[in-house]
């Protein structure tokens, strides 16, 4: 509607008003014009003469205050006035806070990203959003170097458990703001973000994967040699360095067993590969090839699979692999309960439920434990029953822990001790702790079996350039600052080769004085008495001489 008539106190005001849309957001804006005659019921329909008239001059007083208000923006109007001078574009458009997740989802793409760095560029923007809305900041031109200084700091406070973020956290956060900004601001605003600088704290390093050397590899190959898929997985990232998605989702088309090579489009940057098969990884793929299903894409059909849905269970293995192989033996050993041993809940169930109905409880909660535990006999899990049953596992879990309890008969698996079990070892292998950061640094991943690989191979002596060509990786220093992590044993010989010898080599043992007779060890010379002892074994004419010399 062109123009609008408002009511206060159910009385109609006496000017024309005008809808107009100011920084993305909706204002009624007094247009000064009064209307004469009388109005109609309502504005849909033509009122008399004198109305219509008075109708015309609101609407084209209406029309200039919006072409107003669509010039200037968030900034002032001089200021919209050069910008549209400078891009060429008339009534440029400022664009509303609240827009901006839809311009990133719209963002051109020169390539697919993964699902998951989609989701957190969404989440920086959403939180990006919300921070502005509570600072009253409508329009990308109203985001001015201050407001993006205030943002930074707020980043940077710490949360109710007193961690703070990262700066290489922080850092990517406010690229993903700048971009989306960049993508909505006039060609020549500068953007609020591009001049901000953040200053990395005393604390705050960056914690890399760790490496494994020849010994670590091969104690991780023999704890997973009872699990192909895991087994499988880590000799074909260790042989070949490629990240998870690629080997998870390597097809038999990219492998030539007969030419001895992998030709891989890597996923993250589109690079082509050419990596040989090594006698390891080739035993794997003809042990594969060999169980190879008609049509068939996947090497690894059940990795593909689970990357494809629940990338987070391949983690979670190839970390308790991690786990087993370098943690402490007590530690990944889950506790003995009280020396009875376990017995199958399907032959001692009769047992159990007598030992439940002679127990004093609720015949409802009675029914319910008695029903729980023939679901359990039957080898359904938590989720199975919690599904079956509307319960949720927590409550499945006590209800399970009370009937063993009641009936004196372990069925449950052991619980481990504090310090002990699988998920401690875990935590205790494979993480750690950050002096500055939310949450905790992975040293051993997937992503630890690409470390190894570039270590490994810089370590042998193969160049930087073949290297990259392998990896995929376009620059010298990318590789060398995030995946060229060799340990101290690792480089000990190139080092004491590279040395002086007086450094090298085992310093000759000092010939020990024999002591006298008592034990005691030698006096140290006393100069003053050898200086004495040989004045008097001079000759008088030396001595004179030398009494002429001292007084001179």
Wanted: net charge positive; aromatic share 6%.
């Amino acid at each position: 509607m062109a123009v609008e008539l408002r009511k206060r106190c159910g009385r109609l005001l006496a000017f024309f008003y005008a809808r107009v849309y100011h920084d993305g957001v909706s204002k009624v804006i007094n247009t000064g014009i009064r209307w004469r005659g009388t109005p109609p019921p309502s504005l849909r329909q033509p009122g008399d003469p004198d109305f219509e008239a008075s109708r015309q001059e609101a609407e084209a007083e209406a029309a200039r205050l919006r072409e107003t208000t669509r010039a200037r923006g968030r900034d002032t109007y001089r200021e919209a006035r050069i910008l549209e001078a400078k891009t060429g574009e008339r009534r440029w458009k400022d664009t509303a806070i609240a827009n901006l997740p839809d311009v990133l989802k719209s963002a051109p793409r020169r390539r697919d990203r993964a699902p998951r760095w989609e989701a957190r560029k969404a989440a920086a923007v959403a939180d990006f959003v919300a921070w502005c809305r509570h600072r009253k900041i409508k329009t990308a031109l109203g985001v001015t170097d201050k407001a993006a200084a205030a943002y930074i700091d707020f980043l940077q406070q710490p949360d109710d458990a007193d961690r703070v973020r990262t700066t290489a956290t922080i850092r990517s956060i406010k690229m993903i703001v700048k971009n989306v900004l960049s993508a909505v601001l006039p060609a020549d605003k500068t953007n609020p973000f591009e001049r901000l600088r953040i200053e990395t704290p005393k604390d705050d390093r960056e914690i890399h994967r760790t490496p494994l050397s020849a010994t670590e590899i091969e104690r991780l190959l023999d704890v997973t040699a009872g699990e192909p898929l895991i087994h499988n997985l880590i000799v074909t990232a260790l042989s070949t360095g490629l990240r998870r998605g690629d080997v998870c989702r390597l097809k038999w088309a990219d492998v030539d067993l007969r030419g001895g090579v992998l030709h891989v489009e890597t996923s993250k940057t589109g690079a082509e590969v050419y990596l040989p098969i090594m006698p390891r990884l080739r035993s794997v793929l003809e042990a594969c090839l060999t169980d190879r299903a008609d049509g068939a894409t996947y090497v690894f059909p059940e990795a593909a699979r689970r990357f494809e849905r629940t990338p987070a269970y391949l983690t979670g293995r190839i970390k308790r692999a991690f786990a087993i192989a370098f943690a402490k033996p007590q530690e990944a050993r889950p506790a003995a309960h009280d020396g009875q041993p376990r017995q199958d809940l399907a032959q001692s169930l009769p047992r159990v439920i007598e030992a439940i109905q002679t127990a004093k409880m609720g015949a409802a909660k009675r029914d319910r434990l008695i029903l729980i535990l023939k679901e359990y006999a039957r080898k359904r899990s938590y989720r199975q029953i919690q599904e079956a049953h509307i319960l949720s596992r927590g409550s499945i879990s006590m209800l399970l822990h009370e009937a063993q309890d009641i009936s004196g008969v372990r069925f449950l698996p052991d619980t481990p001790r504090k310090g002990e079990g699988i998920k401690h070892a875990i935590r205790e292998v494979t993480r750690a702790n950050r002096a500055v950061g939310r949450r905790a640094a992975s040293l051993y991943d997937f992503h630890a079996l690409r470390t190894t690989f570039v270590t490994q191979a810089l370590l042998a002596g193969m160049s930087i350039d073949k290297l990259k060509a392998l990896t995929g990786h376009t620059t010298v220093d990318l590789v060398l600052r995030h995946y060229f992590k060799p340990k101290g044993t690792d480089v000990a010989r190139d080092l004491e080769a590279a040395l002086p010898a007086v450094l090298t080599r085992q310093p000759e043992p000092r010939p020990i004085a024999a002591l006298p007779e008592g034990g005691a060890p030698p006096a140290a010379p006393d100069p003053l008495a050898e200086i004495a002892a040989r004045i008097c074994s001079l000759t008088p004419d030396q001595r004179t001489a030398l009494a002429d010399l001292l007084r001179k």
